[in-house]
């Protein structure tokens, strides 16, 4: 069990700036890789940034590379999602999960990685 918190997220306008913080508390020992979610009505699921802890290896969509930046401190069980240059598309609901068992680089991105949700933090990007 590893209870994960959101937070961070708002109304910005378009080309702004938000930073998403993810917290998890409890047995987190067990935890290999967390990652950030999006998830909006209309569209699809989609993995926008991952990260594993051991390495540090990080993994993004196309849609946001060079404009979000996913990090995290393994030892304060937080991890981060910092969003530069918002589009209205990034408008969604932003989810944090986390998994064990050692994914490669290449799983990171699928959902089947990660077991546990946070409640979520809403993202709007409108002028």
């Known amino acids: 069990q590893v209870p994960l918190l959101e937070s961070g997220g708002g109304l910005v306008q378009p080309g702004g700036s938000l930073r998403l913080s993810c917290a998890a508390s409890?047995?987190?020992?067990?935890?290999?890789?967390m990652a950030w979610f999006r998830q909006s009505p209309g569209k699809e699921r989609e993995c926008v940034a991952a990260?594993?802890?051991?390495?540090?290896?990080?993994v993004y969509a196309d849609s946001v590379k060079g404009r979000f930046t996913v990090s995290g401190d393994k030892v304060k069980n937080t991890v981060y999602l910092q969003m530069n240059s918002l589009k209205h598309e990034d408008t969604a609901g932003y989810y944090c999960?986390?998994?064990?068992?050692?994914?490669?680089?290449?799983?990171?991105?699928?959902?089947?990685?990660?077991?546990?949700w946070g409640q979520g933090t809403q993202v709007t990007v409108s002028s």
């Open positions: 409890g047995r987190t020992s067990s935890t290999s890789a």
């Open positions: 990260i594993r802890w051991r390495g540090g290896n990080t």
């Open positions: 999960e986390a998994g064990a068992g050692g994914p490669i680089v290449s799983s990171l991105r699928s959902a089947s990685t990660y077991d546990k």
